[in-house]
C-alpha cells in the first residue's frame, strides 16, 4: 500500500464531513448569558469597562432576556445592583430588590428561558466584600443565613436556579435547607463551587460597583495554584446539595474544568469571566484576531474540557454565529 495508508485529513475535506466527525458539539442551548439589574425604569446604560454590556432595569432585562431566548440561549444570569448599600447588603435580600422584578417579568416575557440568579452580598455592601464583617473579620456563619434569604427571595420571585458565589464555607447546605422549608424544592443551586480570587474580574467589578472598599477576597476565593483543594470545594458544594457545580474563571483554569469532569458526575457550568471577555475584544479591537472565530474557538475549549455549561457576556454573539454554521 502506497505511503501513507493513514490519511486523517480524508475527514477534513469539506464543511459537512469536518461536522459529521466533530468531537464538541457547541450550541446556543449551552450557553448561559449574564445581565446586570438595577432599579428603576427605561434604563440601557453601556457598561463603559466591558463591551455591549448593559446597566437595565428590570423590564428591559426581560427585553434582552426575550431576544436571548429567541436565539436559543440556554438561560440568563442576573446580577443586581442597589439603590443604597449598607454594612449587611440589606437590598440583597429585600422582596423589592431589582433583581426580583426582573425575574418576574422575565418569566412572563420568556418563560421557556430558564433564569438563574447570583446570591452574594458584595454589590449591596458598602464595603464590598462578600460578607459580612465584623471586627475587621468576614462573619462566615452569619453571612450563609443572609445568603439564604437572599436566594428565598430570589425563588419566591420565580428563579428556577439560585448561585450563590460568595464562597462561604456551608452556605450551600443552608440554602438547600431554607428553600425546602419554604417548599421550594424545586429551586436549583449552581454553586460557585472553584472560584478563584483571579485578576480577571477587573471589569466585572466596576460594572457591579463590587470592588472590596480595602482588602480583598483572598480568605474566601481560592488560591489560583490549588487544583486539589478545588476538588474537595466541589465535592463539599455537591454533598450539601449543589445541582450544578462551577469553575471560575474558566479560560486560566481549563484543568480544573478537566478534572472536575473526569472525578465528578454532576453538570458543571465554566465562567468566561469579564477579563477574558474584554482581553478578546481588546485584541479584536486592535485588529489582531478575528472576534467570532476567537470567541467560538474558546467557547469550544470549554466544552472540550468537559463544561456542560458556558456562562459568558458573548451569549448572543456566539447564539447568532452558531446558527450560520
Same mark, same amino acid.
Not at 251 to 280: C, H, K, Q, T
Given at each position: 500500500?502506497?505511503?501513507?495508508?493513514?490519511?486523517?485529513?480524508?475527514?477534513?475535506?469539506?464543511?459537512?464531513?469536518? #461536522?459529521?466527525?466533530?468531537?464538541?458539539?457547541?450550541?446556543? %442551548?449551552?450557553?448561559?448569558?449574564?445581565?446586570?439589574?438595577?432599579?428603576?425604569?427605561? $434604563?440601557?446604560?453601556?457598561? &463603559?469597562?466591558?463591551?455591549?454590556?448593559?446597566?437595565?432595569?428590570?423590564?428591559?432585562?426581560?427585553? +434582552?432576556?426575550?431576544?436571548?431566548?429567541?436565539?436559543?440561549? %440556554?438561560?440568563?444570569?442576573?446580577?443586581?445592583? &442597589?439603590?443604597?448599600?449598607?454594612?449587611?447588603?440589606? +437590598?440583597?435580600?429585600?422582596?423589592?430588590? *431589582?433583581?426580583?422584578?426582573?425575574?418576574?417579568? $422575565?418569566?412572563?416575557?420568556?418563560?421557556?428561558?430558564?433564569?438563574?440568579?447570583?446570591?452574594?452580598?458584595?454589590?449591596?455592601?458598602?464595603?464590598?466584600?462578600?460578607?459580612?464583617?465584623?471586627?475587621?473579620?468576614?462573619?462566615?456563619?452569619?453571612?450563609?443565613?443572609?445568603?439564604?434569604?437572599?436566594?428565598?427571595?430570589?425563588?419566591?420571585?420565580?428563579?428556577?436556579?439560585?448561585?450563590?458565589?460568595?464562597?462561604?464555607?456551608?452556605?450551600?447546605?443552608?440554602?438547600?435547607?431554607?428553600?425546602?422549608?419554604?417548599?421550594?424544592?424545586?429551586?436549583?443551586?449552581?454553586?460557585?463551587?472553584?472560584?478563584?480570587?483571579?485578576?480577571?474580574?477587573?471589569?466585572?467589578?466596576?460594572?457591579?460597583?463590587?470592588?472590596?472598599?480595602? %482588602?480583598? #477576597?483572598?480568605?474566601?476565593?481560592?488560591?489560583?495554584?490549588?487544583?486539589?483543594?478545588?476538588?474537595?470545594?466541589?465535592?463539599?458544594?455537591?454533598?450539601? %446539595?449543589?445541582?450544578?457545580v462551577m469553575v471560575k474563571p474558566a479560560l486560566a483554569y481549563l484543568d480544573v474544568v478537566r478534572m472536575a469532569?473526569? #472525578?465528578f458526575d454532576v453538570p458543571i457550568a465554566a465562567y468566561n469571566v469579564s477579563g477574558e471577555y474584554m482581553m478578546?475584544?481588546?485584541?479584536?479591537?486592535?485588529? @489582531?484576531?478575528? #472576534?467570532?472565530? *476567537?470567541? @467560538?474557538? $474558546?467557547?469550544?475549549?470549554?466544552?472540550?474540557?468537559?463544561?456542560?455549561?458556558?456562562?459568558?457576556?458573548?451569549?448572543?454573539?456566539?447564539?447568532?454565529?452558531?446558527?450560520?454554521i
Amino acid at each position: 500500500m502506497s505511503y501513507p495508508a493513514t490519511r486523517l485529513r480524508r475527514l477534513r475535506t469539506s464543511p459537512a464531513m469536518r #461536522r459529521l466527525v466533530r468531537e464538541t458539539a457547541l450550541t446556543a %442551548g449551552h450557553l448561559v448569558y449574564p445581565l446586570f439589574v438595577r432599579p428603576g425604569k427605561n $434604563i440601557k446604560i453601556p457598561i &463603559p469597562s466591558m463591551t455591549d454590556c448593559f446597566h437595565l432595569s428590570p423590564e428591559n432585562a426581560a427585553q +434582552e432576556a426575550k431576544e436571548a431566548a429567541k436565539l436559543g440561549i %440556554g438561560a440568563v444570569l442576573l446580577f443586581g445592583l &442597589p439603590d443604597k448599600k449598607d454594612s449587611a447588603g440589606s +437590598e440583597a435580600y429585600s422582596p423589592d430588590s *431589582a433583581v426580583a422584578e426582573a425575574v418576574k417579568r $422575565i418569566k412572563d416575557a420568556a418563560g421557556e428561558l430558564v433564569v438563574c440568579t447570583d446570591v452574594c452580598l458584595c454589590a449591596y455592601t458598602d464595603h464590598g466584600h462578600c460578607g459580612l464583617i465584623e471586627d475587621g473579620k468576614i462573619q462566615n456563619d452569619k453571612t450563609c443565613r443572609l445568603l439564604g434569604q437572599m436566594a428565598l427571595v430570589h425563588a419566591k420571585a420565580g428563579a428556577d436556579v439560585v448561585a450563590p458565589s460568595d464562597m462561604m464555607d456551608g452556605r450551600v447546605s443552608v440554602i438547600r435547607k431554607m428553600l425546602d422549608a419554604d417548599g421550594l424544592t424545586d429551586t436549583a443551586i449552581m454553586a460557585y463551587s472553584a472560584k478563584y480570587a483571579s485578576a480577571y474580574y477587573g471589569p466585572f467589578r466596576e460594572a457591579a460597583g463590587s470592588a472590596p472598599a480595602q %482588602g480583598d #477576597r483572598k480568605s474566601y476565593q481560592m488560591d489560583p495554584a490549588n487544583t486539589r483543594q478545588a476538588m474537595r470545594e466541589i465535592q463539599l458544594d455537591i454533598e450539601e %446539595g449543589a445541582d450544578i457545580v462551577m469553575v471560575k474563571p474558566a479560560l486560566a483554569y481549563l484543568d480544573v474544568v478537566r478534572m472536575a469532569r473526569d #472525578r465528578f458526575d454532576v453538570p458543571i457550568a465554566a465562567y468566561n469571566v469579564s477579563g477574558e471577555y474584554m482581553m478578546l475584544n481588546a485584541a479584536a479591537d486592535a485588529g @489582531l484576531l478575528d #472576534r467570532t472565530q *476567537a470567541m @467560538l474557538e $474558546i467557547l469550544t475549549a470549554f466544552k472540550r474540557a468537559g463544561a456542560d455549561i458556558i456562562i459568558t457576556y458573548f451569549a448572543k454573539s456566539a447564539a447568532a454565529a452558531l446558527s450560520k454554521i
